[in-house]
């Protein structure tokens, strides 16, 4: 097996000191990686490094020869906006290029989704989804051997979400994905590059197996650690009495023996295993349980984005209660975020008239919106946790101090923070509060992996009402227990999210079907075929292609009764093509 990349001794500082420390890794042809760490624990920083983007402070980066390597923005580059979709794909080859490959640019394009004649909208007029697809057909315009993924699943909708992992199981070369979806790497991944305390830890394992044996090793370590401080601290305190007896009856071997038995205690403290820091922030938050049917109802609501424009969808009867913690999913735009905006601003005004939304007198209302407007930009961090509970100052430093926000920072204003950060000041906020029911809007947006399963645990834990907006499945599947889904201009509630996932399969993700039908057409060429035989050559192409993806469903979800409609139609297509 080849190896395509490769460092030795890699180490980086940046303005805050040093971010990565003597890094030594080998990818090898065929791998697919999932890199995870704490935010700002320098994974983008390692893919910039790697893609030679950043120079390192010290260290040697390899690259094989002939390989070509694709970096995939976070962000589409500006100067990309005023530019056709086309042209923008074929900004990423030479000039020289760009008049001959167009073919394989619309090829690109139609295999990730888009349709011919949107070749040429403007990038400006894309939405976030497209956006990750149009990434992902100017890195392949390269034919890549390797593709460096930068959170592409960030701000993606479930719909586009499982899009994405279906291309990146049937993408044949390597790739390294940083991600903080769990779900997404234990499907895509076959290794896990995990980055914590400035150093690279490779195990051969999906991201979910490879945290498992983390958690392992650091448990382990953290035994061996007590167990060598334990003989520390035993040979200090003998030390320390040698040299009081030494001192007190004036005999030079037992001082001698104590500076000994001192240097012996630095050489073992030199040895002594290393444990990691982890995460000091822990969140948690604090709720009140109503005895009442209802915390709130929803009666024939009309849900719409903004003031004059048309409606999305209507409630038609919903009541949330303490215990509910219900997820609303759906496509981009389809008005989960207006549910929860319209809940939430009609609770800040007399809503007794009010006949489409009712909350119960008592019920204390949480909001995190994923805008995080709430907080004030020209706030101080400890003047931003005013509004959710009345602390005293003193509890306010404390509360920011453990959410890892340094004294020294506390008189420093909102707007200066990063998105993360944000993010951690405005939980900090809503743990301080004692809310009956919480919304909560995208929360995920901008937290690590520690951080949702964290997250998960609180909401499952609530004894209040949850809303729930998000598209991230494990924070979905372990915390909720009912399910909105909206599709089409309507509000319908399942039981099961697996039911949710197969109609997204079946009704909204463009399917990844081009190098399939690549595939088959050159299996087939041999075979001499008439012109009117092209619509029953792609018919059968289409039916093995949907008889495959049932298959490969749970059995509970599969349709026999379709299985074998396709599998006689695919047998007449054959024998009407000559092909058996």
Known sequence: MSTLLSTQNLSFHNNHGLL????????????KIGLIGY?????????????HQLLPSSG??????????????QHLPTELQSMTLMNAVLHKLPEEYRLSEGWRAELLLSEMGFKLHEKDLLVSQLSGGQHTRLLLARALIIEPDLLLLDEPSNHLDLPTILWLETFLKQWRGSFILVSHDNTLLDNV?????IIRDKSLSIFRLPCSQARVEQEEQDISAQHRYDAQQKEIDRIAQSAKQLAIWGHVYDNENLSRKAKQMEKHIVRLKDEQTEVTSGNQWVLQFSGTTLRA?????????????????????????????SGDRVAIIGANGTGKSSLLKMIWSLSLVDISEQNAIKLH?????????QKIAQLVDNDTLSDALKPFAPLTDEQRKMALISAGFAYTRHGQKVSTLSGGERARLLFVGLSLANYSLLMLDEPTNHIDMEGKKALAEQISQFPGGVLLVSHDRELIENSCNRFWYIHNGILIEHHDIEAIYQLITEEEIPEIQQENKLNNLQNISSVPLDSHDDEKLFKLIELEEKLEADLARKTNHQKPALQAQWKLEISQLKQALKLI
């Not at 935010?39 to 893609?51: D, E, Q, V």
């Not at 040697?60 to 923005?73: C, D, G, H, K, L």
């Not at 709130?296 to 919903?318: D, F, G, K, S, W």
Request: hydrophobic share 40%.
């Open 20 to 31: 990565l420390n003597d890094i030594s890794l080998a990818l090898i042809k065929g791998e």
């Open 189 to 193: 991944t076959n290794c896990t590059w």
């Open 361 to 369: 007198p008592r019920v204390e209302l949480g909001y995190y919106d």
């Open 293 to 321: 049917d209802r915390l709130c109802e929803l009666n024939q609501l009309a849900v719409i984005p903004a003031e004059n424009t048309p409606v999305l969808y209507t409630v038609e009867n919903q009541r949330i209660k």
């Open 39 to 51: 935010n700002g624990c320098g994974k983008s920083t390692l893919l910039k490094l790697l893609s």
């Open 60 to 73: 040697v980066i390899s690259v094989a020869n002939q390989t070509v390597m694709a970096y995939i923005e």
